[in-house]
């Protein structure tokens, strides 16, 4: 099954697909993951996007799709994919229909003052990086991990910076959105309610549209 994931910031797209992956035993791609595996690696492909990266640039569309391309030709994607992050712009969807066409596009839909609150409420851990959040998952102290290291919150994760990217996303994402919608591939997702229930609904729809028994 080949999977297309769109949500702004918060809205659970990494821990959706995360279960999604371990249920169908399919990866969950996410192109930040490659992009950072590729420079980490020193590929020719990694020098390119580590120079735009150093910049400050977005990565252009021929060399963002260079990477899926690449990513999805992988012998673990054979029985499908979940990708996140990509297509960020019409040209990207519209490569991907040439040689990896989506079966379903989840749109994950989820208020903002929900979205903000799950954000800023993130605390991260200086010493080994683990997430922890003050109200849906508190840390043993106030101000420290289990670890003993101390949280911080991320510049990202304030609520006038998360409103901006709130923003951004819906600039960036409207016309995929619409895209997927004029094809008939793209579902609306509510993602407020528990983890556990939004893969129950997912299911139900892969169910309604015959992709899964």
Not at 149 to 174: A, S, W
């Amino acid at each position: 099954m080949k999977i297309v994931i769109i949500g702004p910031p918060g809205a659970g797209k990494g821990t959706i697909a995360s279960r999604l992956s371990q249920m169908f035993g399919i990866p969950h791609i996410s192109t930040g993951d490659i992009f950072r595996e590729e420079i980490r690696k020193e590929t020719e492909l990694g020098k390119k996007i580590k120079e735009y990266v150093e910049k400050g640039l977005l990565v252009p569309d021929e060399v963002v799709i260079e990477v899926v391309k690449k990513r999805l030709s992988e012998p673990d994607c054979q029985k499908g994919w979940i990708l996140d992050g990509f297509p960020r712009t019409i040209k990207q969807a519209e490569e991907l229909d040439k040689f990896a066409p989506p079966d379903i596009v989840l749109n994950f839909v989820c208020p903002d003052e929900v979205i903000i609150e799950r954000l800023s409420g993130r605390r991260v851990c200086k010493k080994c990086g683990k997430n922890w959040h003050i109200k849906f998952m508190p840390p043993p102290q106030p101000d420290r991990c289990e670890c003993g290291g101390e949280l911080y919150q991320r510049e990202d994760d304030k609520p006038e910076v998360i409103k901006k990217r709130l923003e951004v996303f819906r600039e960036q994402f409207t016309p995929i959105i619409e895209y997927y919608r004029k094809k008939g591939l793209l579902v609306d997702v509510d993602t407020t309610p528990p983890p556990d229930v939004i893969v129950e609904n997912i299911l139900k729809i892969f169910k309604e549209r015959g992709l899964i028994k």
